[in-house]
């Protein structure tokens, strides 16, 4: 059966395109899932995207992952990465390999943003590549998840 991985996407993250170009760039939210849809064909794996601008409903999607026996989470919880423990404990919570995605890099900007306390109940996290970051992050996932099959065979 082949991996399946969810991709989630948090507040204003739906903007992109035109949300700040200087920092954020022109590419869309579109564009950046029909990129991973293509990659995610190439390799084999299955792929699915949430967007919300609400932290309950990121919560729920990330608990609903478990229940549907999704192998991997690829997270960009944005402004949420620096408030969110709701976020982080649901992380934590259900298990799943999870690696953090930021468009931007984060630590070198603002102070607020350059804690997250979600990259700590994931694998590891990827900022400041723009719209690659979610393809280093899926091939980072296909690294870990392809490691932890073999060992279990
Ligand atoms: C972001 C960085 C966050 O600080 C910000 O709140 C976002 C986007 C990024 O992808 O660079 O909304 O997660």
Redesign the pocket.
Same mark, same amino acid.
């Given at each position: 059966m082949s991996m399946k991985i969810l991709v989630i996407n948090? &507040?204003?993250?739906q903007l992109l395109g035109t949300r700040k170009p200087e920092?954020?760039g022109t590419v869309t939210l579109q564009d950046i899932e029909k990129g991973l849809e293509k990659m995610a064909g190439t390799l084999g794996m299955a792929i699915s995207f949430f967007q919300s601008n609400h932290e309950g409903e990121i919560v729920d999607r990330i608990a609903a992952a478990r229940t549907e026996q999704i192998d991997g989470i690829i997270i960009? &919880?944005?402004?949420y990465?620096?408030t969110s423990v709701a976020v982080r404990d649901a992380l934590e919570a259900v298990e799943i390999p999870a690696v953090e995605?930021?468009?931007?890099?984060?630590h070198g900007?603002e102070e607020f943003?350059r804690k997250s306390l979600t990259a700590a109940v994931c694998i590891g996290q990827i900022?400041g590549f723009g719209p690659d970051?979610y393809q280093l992050a899926l091939q980072a996932l296909k690294s870990r998840l392809d490691r932890k099959s073999q060992k279990q065979t």
């Open positions: 948090g &507040p204003n993250l920092i954020y960009n &919880p944005a402004a990465t620096h995605v930021h468009l931007s890099n984060i900007r943003r900022s970051g």
